[in-house]
C-alpha cells in the first residue's frame, strides 16, 4: 500500500490507520509503542485544536504527529537534531487561536514554532551559561508551554525556575521567578496552564509540592499544597490542563495518576486506571470541552488515551 511520503514532514491519507484503537469499553486509544508512523515512544505533552485533531509530542521518535478525531495519523514531523524542525527531548506542546503549534525543544533549550500543517515558522532561545541571570532569550532545559487568550506565549524555563513571557514571534514580554520555596519562587517547575474563568496561569512547582497561582501581571496570589507530589521523585514531571469551569487537572506521573482539583485548589478526586488497565506513567494532559473528554499520553504505553470527565470519582 502508498504509505505517502517517509521523510521527516509526511502525509498520509485517511484510509491509512496505523494506530487507532480502542480499549475494551470502546475508548479511543491512539498510538503503541515503537518508532514506526502512528507509534509513539515516551509521549510527552497533547494538545487538542478547534477542529478536535490531536497532536502530540512524540518524544522519544523526536517528531510531533498530528491525528484526527478518530484517531488516524493526518501528518508527522521531525527528527532527532539541532536543525530547523529538529528536535532534542521535546517536552510540551501548545496550540494558538490561529491553529500555530509551539513546541518545547528541552534539550535544544529553545521553542520551535510551526503552522497546523506542521510546516516550520520560526524558532527562539538557545542554551544559557547562567542559571541565575540568563539573557533574555536564553533558557536551560525548559519543560511546558502555554499559550494566553491574547495569543501570548508562556514558557516554563524549568533550569533557570522561572516563568517566561513571549510574543507569538518569540520577542520577550517578562519574566517570574526564581529559586526558593517562597511565593513566585520555584523548584523544578514544570506544567503550566490557564484558568479560563480568572485569566490567572498556574504552574506546577513540584519540587516545592504545590500548585502556584499568579495573575495576569506575573503576581503571586495563591499556592495549593500537592501531598502527592512530596517524595521528591527526580522522575516525577506533572503537567496541568485547566477546565472550562476552573477546575484543574494535574499528572502525576511516577505514582500513575490524574489529580482533579477544585477551584480553590483542592485535591477533589484521582484517576489511575481507565476501563480497568492501570495508568502508565500519564504526562501530558489535555482537554476536548466539546466532547467533555481528557487525553493523556501514556509514557511508558506508547501512547495517548482519551475518557470522559466523568471517570473522575470525586472524593
Request: glycine share 14%.
Amino acid at each position: 500500500a502508498d504509505l505517502g511520503s517517509v521523510d521527516s514532514s509526511a502525509y498520509f491519507p485517511l484510509i491509512y490507520d496505523p494506530s487507532a484503537g480502542a480499549d475494551i469499553e470502546g475508548r479511543l486509544i491512539i498510538g503503541r509503542s515503537g518508532d514506526a508512523p502512528g507509534a509513539l515512544a515516551n509521549p510527552s505533552g497533547v494538545a487538542v485544536d478547534d477542529e478536535g485533531n490531536i497532536y502530540v509530542l512524540d518524544s522519544g521518535n523526536a517528531r510531533i504527529q498530528k491525528f484526527d478525531p478518530a484517531g488516524r495519523l493526518l501528518k508527522a514531523t521531525g527528527d532527532g537534531g539541532r536543525g530547523e524542525g529538529e528536535f532534542n527531548q521535546p517536552a510540551d506542546l501548545a496550540i494558538d487561536a490561529e491553529g500555530d503549534v509551539y513546541v518545547i525543544d528541552t534539550w535544544n533549550h529553545r521553542v520551535q514554532k510551526f503552522d497546523a500543517d506542521l510546516t516550520f515558522i520560526t524558532a527562539w532561545g538557545g542554551p544559557t551559561k547562567d542559571l541565575v541571570n540568563p539573557g533574555d532569550y536564553e533558557m536551560w532545559g525548559p519543560r511546558s508551554i502555554a499559550v494566553d487568550g491574547e495569543g501570548n506565549v508562556w514558557v516554563v524555563d524549568t533550569g533557570t525556575q522561572r516563568v517566561r513571557k513571549f510574543s507569538p514571534d518569540g520577542k520577550p514580554l517578562g519574566t517570574v521567578g526564581e529559586r526558593g520555596r517562597g511565593p513566585g519562587q520555584f523548584r523544578e517547575p514544570v506544567g503550566i496552564a490557564f484558568d479560563p474563568v480568572t485569566g490567572d496561569f498556574l504552574v506546577a512547582d513540584v519540587g516545592n509540592a504545590r500548585i502556584q497561582r499568579f495573575d495576569s501581571e506575573m503576581q503571586a496570589i495563591a499556592a495549593y499544597p500537592i501531598d502527592e507530589w512530596k517524595d521528591l521523585n527526580a522522575a516525577n514531571k506533572p503537567y496541568l490542563a485547566a477546565l472550562p469551569d476552573g477546575r484543574i487537572l494535574a499528572s502525576d506521573p511516577v505514582h500513575g495518576r490524574i489529580l482533579l482539583l477544585d477551584q480553590g485548589g483542592s485535591v477533589i478526586a484521582s484517576l489511575s486506571s481507565v476501563s480497568g488497565e492501570a495508568l502508565a506513567f500519564p504526562r501530558g494532559i489535555a482537554y476536548d470541552a466539546d466532547g467533555g473528554f481528557v487525553f493523556t499520553s501514556e509514557g511508558a504505553a506508547g501512547r495517548v488515551r482519551r475518557f470522559p470527565l466523568s471517570d473522575f470519582a470525586l472524593r
